[in-house]
């Protein structure tokens, strides 16, 4: 019996990065993915810091927190399983000159997307569709790039999406109260 995390990657890496090859979607997701990259959240991180009290209240800190938790989480997957990428192992990926040195699973960008939108939506649910598309589309910009196999951002989707609701649920009220008195 073939894996099933198998035929899902190579159903989804077919479809992703070979069938819907476009020179716009090349363009678009290329410069997309790097919306949830470490230089990009790292400003928006202390950007929501700083003007958060004004601009998000009291969510840019659990989003902050949040993203913290959830890269920790996934940094540890990462050299617990070390998974190679797809295009060091896979033949005729498009990889678009993407050459990445760490290890594949889970997915880091996919992490921290469906982290900071499931911070987000818990505290402006009216937006919750935009964060979650803007989170989708990162996660599909991993495997189009071919940097990623589709279970790897399954993988982040559940730990940044778990990690916001813990934070939220759990932690955050817990900081409150124990340390600000809220």
Do not use: C
């Not at 894996?3 to 997309?32: M, S």
């Not at 470490?38 to 003007?51: D, E, R, Y």
């Not at 033949?91 to 040195?101: A, M, Q, R």
Request: aromatic content about 16%.
């Amino acid at each position: 019996m073939k894996n099933p995390f198998k035929v899902f990657d190579d159903f989804f890496i077919q479809r992703l990065n070979r069938d819907l090859k476009h020179p716009v979607f090349n363009v678009f997701f290329y410069y997309y993915t790097y919306l949830a990259g470490p230089t990009v959240l790292g400003i928006f991180s202390l950007v929501a810091l700083v003007l958060g009290d004004r601009w998000l209240g009291v969510a840019s800190r659990e989003m902050v927190l949040s993203l913290v938790l959830s890269t920790i989480v996934a940094t540890i997957l990462k050299k617990i399983f070390t998974r190679n990428r797809p295009y060091w192992i896979l033949e005729n990926l498009n990889t678009y000159g993407i050459d990445l040195t760490d290890y594949s699973f889970p997915s880091g960008h996919t992490t921290a997307a469906f982290t900071i939108a499931t911070a987000l939506s818990l505290n402006f649910p009216s937006w919750t569709v935009l964060f979650v598309i803007m989170a989708l589309l990162i996660a599909i910009s991993r495997v189009y790039l071919a940097v990623h196999y589709p279970t790897d951002v399954v993988a982040g989707m559940i730990i940044g999406i778990g990690t916001g609701f813990i934070v939220h649920i759990l932690v955050f009220p817990w900081i409150m109260v124990r340390f600000i008195g809220q």
